[in-house]
């Protein structure tokens, strides 16, 4: 099975509560309800802003130290790159 991740941020769309919204209430299942709501984007942001984000989160929660966070500055570049909202 393939998991369903945020197509701005990665975050997993493992539950329909993380669904963003469309303009009709309906569910959204390429963004989550953080990034995307009745049918807009929740805030507008780059995506070197959206990696500095991820590295943030990563820091708060993933227990990420200051040892190699250019390493993972460039995973999350990368990963990025080929989200919906960002490969255009």
Not at 51 to 73: A, P, Q, W
């Amino acid at each position: 099975m393939i998991e369903k991740i945020c197509q701005s941020c990665a975050m997993s769309l493992n539950e329909e509560k993380y669904f963003g919204t469309n303009t009709d209430g309906s569910k959204n299942e390429d963004y989550c309800v953080f990034c995307f709501s009745e049918g807009e984007f929740t805030y507008e942001i780059t995506m070197n802003e959206m990696v500095e984000k991820g590295m943030d989160f990563l820091k708060r929660f993933g227990g990420l130290d200051s040892k190699n966070t250019d390493g993972i500055k460039e995973i999350l570049n990368v990963m990025y790159s080929g989200l919906k909202r960002w490969s255009k």
